[in-house]
């Protein structure tokens, strides 16, 4: 932590503040400059970051060394997580395709649209049984019914299956369905969820929020690892920005950023990332290009009667057909898919 | 609802678009333009906004003429709500000030706070129980002690009292302690706490989320209203941008859309709003002038000693000078503080 | 200079650091942390701030410690800077309106509308010759038929005149008419046009760059201070959010902020910063209730055939009006208007 | 031109309206609806457009159906623009690698890392001679020094040379030297050079503004195509958010975004688009599998001592090792580079 003084600051100012830094156990060590004083602090820097060093007198701003998290950082385990479901590794050389449906509208619906996704070699399958609305008059997703329809759709392929949970309170009915746990992205900050899935032993699939910085998506994954869980995917669906062609701005650089300060998986969803379904193969083919793990897709059978999102959903012929590019460009960057 | 066409749409792309429309009960009206032609549909617009139109061959984009919320819109109701909380009025002509530590951390800490807001004038009390923190290793409040402390001095000093809830599991913990139960910002968009909130009978304060549209604002307080509470107050709390000498961008903007958009009250929070103690008193001066109903200002007797939100918080003697400048502002706007 | 080392730093890469550090006559400082060790540079900072010292092996972060910006700052002035042109003061108690049209379109038209504006005791008449349009096809000014109108109707009603340039060859003949040169928000960071003026004897008026930080916005009015011109004037004109419902998102903290970093006079145009006639009042309000030394509105004498920037516009009769509440709040505020 | 009603319009506000409309030569449509009514509007949109519709009493709002720009669109030319400079096509099936220096430093300098990105099969050489720089104290460029040592390295090595004009009085001595003439992204607004290179015969490297929707950046592209220079290139360089861990977000999907609405090549500069040396070979991957038709990559032989932008340039092994990574991604889209 370094502390930098205003250019008025008093001797009596210096000495209350390094008077602080040692009553916390720490070790003040004064530097004046041409300009400016600084003190620099050694020792364990997160108990001052919670210090509200700001209003003492005589300084002007606060500078952290450290990053915020610990166990999501490179530093602390350097080798990629490599997360086993079932069989199907994420986190490895192998890039993994998540697809399906935004809503679980039927046990038809999802078996026709989970057969294409097969077909296209991908194993895993995604499908909402809680849907997070924007107006509370839109369709809130089938609940329970929705997850035994995954459920059986997912056995019967011998598919592993993706969901998200919206409320803490639904977790023991999520673990009891679901492979993956979903945590969208307007839930990235629902600190008690991520505790909650924290305790939990099933892997999770953490969305950043839409306006949350790269740090603070990594502090929400650290939550979840604080708590015992380890197997956390992280996926980046695009931030909110001015531009308004899109329906959100794809932030490709935050898959090579993650990528070094992290070791988990980085999985993107090129479908939210655009909001239309005819950007998304571009921003997948970018994707696995800039080094993704693994993609989540929209797929519907028939978009035009989708219950939700049909705007951004592939039919599966194009997904099928996207699929065959991406297996070029994984392998032109060193990957399988 | 108007759909422009592609310019190269074809007539069978027309009379597919046109049937969709009318199978849902509604009149479609072409009409064609120099360069493109465009449908205007006449009926019910939330039957078609729900429909993925932007799939359908032949259709440029889809343009709503309504705005998606109903009951918190000053078409719904043209006069001011105005929320009496034990004779508290808020959304009147008088300016309410909220005010109180970001988290309470002690019966004495709270009291003596409490003293010195209502030495200024002031009669509602905010402090949190249960904090949301960005770190999973920062200090999480204080739980139902923290209520219980809250409600203690609130009755000693006869005050309203505010605080945040987290967790729908806690809405009957809140319920029994609180007048007013606030939603936080990163959970402005947890619908399943706008759903149960909705079923209140308390007051409830909203907080914008950091990259909310004003129109997701109004739509995250829709769900509130459309489960039969009217007493909702909507906060303007700062919004994330590219700037970062401040921590949030307050939106004084925001104040008047609203106001003009809804009847529902606008409280300002110029602590977020600005992160830093010193940018306080302008903001807050400034939200008034604009037309805000009301104010919420972090303030805590020691700062330096603040479990979080030191940076942000006054100390007491600032915030009862601030208050007799906003009295004058206000006055100067034709409202009373 | 805090330079942040790697956690796996080798003692060459350091020895190369500090080499390059004594090699441009600075000191560096070797700190050995818990976690990380941290080279402080003692010297002049503006030596190696422009050194690509990220490149360097070993190196995580640079942080430098200083404001870019010199001249612009508190630290080189400490006192207010107070503009006389024909004495009209900027910058001191009184707070300074400037009003008129965004476009002259003819001496009919400016001279009622100064007529007007002058009627609301504002002395300063704005109107531009040269637009900036982001359209090709749309009106450009009457350029120097527009200046010459200008200087007229300020030299009949004894109004101080300020209009835009946009091409530094327009110097001399915009010089010729005007008292005060305009710097638009496009043009924020055209640095050959900064420098030029920089050179001018004339008051400049420098608009915030619609994504400038205010670092940024600090070091371009440094480009024209380090030329030689001290009378600068900067004008917060609202900044590009992901809000929509408004033309731009009028960042009210910026002038705190400001006059808190500089001895410049603030200016704040509230037509821009909200783009919408029926918004302007109250931004207006807010904005001196916040700080600022002035006030930038357009104001048109039939909006509905203005030829750019209507929508924004009020009405001389609504100007009038505002001017009124204005002056409580500036007298609210400790401030004559 | 849809023109959506208040809902307590009047008739007489219609009448207004629509005597309006017809004086300008076009046809109004009035609709009625169920709760609102709609004017649509026949005839030359771009008439309307320029008109501040949005203060006639009784409107509420204004929603334009056609893009403004006519000659930057698909629509006016369908098959996509492929520019050709000397033999080198741009925009065609073939990728282009344009790479080179920030600033051009000394014919040593320019000369090496030219050899060395030829080497790669590179043969666009870009260097700045005119160089905006944020701080007046930072080095500015060689001017025509520059320019000179730029045109005899492009002539001794047989490279197409591109390089940036900062004003409008510069455009004869860059159209001298410079087979290409860039215009950064501060003025991409600045529609005086707009508009001069616009009577150039040379092709234009147009860089988008940090803040610039996409609409914004086509409507500046139209400003040169408008006077008569269809030779333009739009470079993606990153756009402005929330997010510091990157210098800017790479909006990846707007390379497709203009594929769609626009003939002309696309470009994008990763090296700008990060900020950061060790994230540009993932942004050139990935611009590459999203349908770029070039990169604008800063090279340089030694960053550590590089005049400017040094953080972000690589050195010539790592550009000659990404350009095989760049190679097989381009076949695997369908390209060749």
């Given amino acids: 932590m370094i502390i930098v003084l205003k250019s008025d600051v008093t001797q009596n100012q210096i000495d209350h503040i390094t008077e602080k830094i040692k009553s916390l156990g720490l070790t003040p060590m004064i530097s004046k400059g041409v300009e400016k004083s600084i003190i620099g602090v050694i020792?364990?820097?997160?108990?001052?970051?919670?210090?509200?060093?700001?209003?003492?007198?005589?300084?002007?701003?606060v500078i952290p060394i450290l990053a915020p998290y610990k166990l999501v950082s490179r530093e602390f385990?350097?080798?990629?997580?490599v997360i086993d479901i079932k069989g199907v590794c994420i986190g490895g050389k192998k890039v993994v395709n998540i697809?399906?449906?935004?809503?679980?509208?039927?046990?038809?619906?999802?078996?026709s649209i989970a057969e294409?996704?097969?077909?296209?070699?991908?194993?895993v399958l995604r499908g909402g049984a809680f849907k997070p609305r924007t107006s509370p008059y839109s369709f809130q997703g089938l609940g329970e019914e929705g997850l035994k329809i995954l459920r059986r759709v997912g056995d019967e392929l011998n598919m592993v299956i993706v969901t998200e949970i919206m409320d803490a309170r639904d977790l023991v009915l999520i673990e009891k369905y679901a492979d993956i746990i979903q945590i969208g992205a307007r839930n990235m900050q629902n600190f008690t969820l991520l505790r909650e899935v924290g305790l939990s032993k099933k892997p999770v699939l953490l969305k950043r929020?839409?306006?949350a910085t790269i740090k603070e998506f990594l502090m929400a994954a650290e939550y979840i690892l604080s708590g015992g869980n380890f197997q956390v995917m992280l996926c980046e669906r695009g931030i909110r920005t001015f531009e308004t062609e899109t329906r959100?701005?794809?932030?490709?650089?935050?898959?090579?950023?993650i990528k070094q300060k992290s070791h988990l998986p980085v999985i993107v969803d090129p479908s939210h990332g655009t909001g239309k379904w005819n950007l998304v193969a571009a921003a997948a083919r970018a994707s696995i290009a800039a080094g993704a793990d693994g993609l989540m897709i929209e797929v519907h059978n028939s978009p035009e009667d989708a219950s939700s999102d049909g705007e951004q959903s592939l039919v599966p012929e194009k997904y099928?057909?996207?699929?065959?590019?991406?297996?070029?460009v994984a392998k032109a960057v060193g990957r399988d898919l």
């Fill in 43 to 61: 020792g364990e820097e997160d108990i001052l970051r919670s210090q509200p060093l700001e209003v003492f007198p005589g300084i002007e701003k």
């Fill in 77 to 81: 385990k350097s080798e990629d997580t």
């Fill in 99 to 111: 697809a399906g449906p935004c809503a679980v509208e039927s046990y038809e619906q999802l078996k």
């Fill in 116 to 123: 294409a996704i097969k077909k296209a070699g991908s194993v």
């Fill in 209 to 211: 929020g839409i306006s």
């Fill in 248 to 257: 959100f701005t794809l932030d490709i650089n935050a898959i090579s950023v």
């Fill in 320 to 328: 099928i057909e996207l699929v065959q590019t991406l297996r070029s």
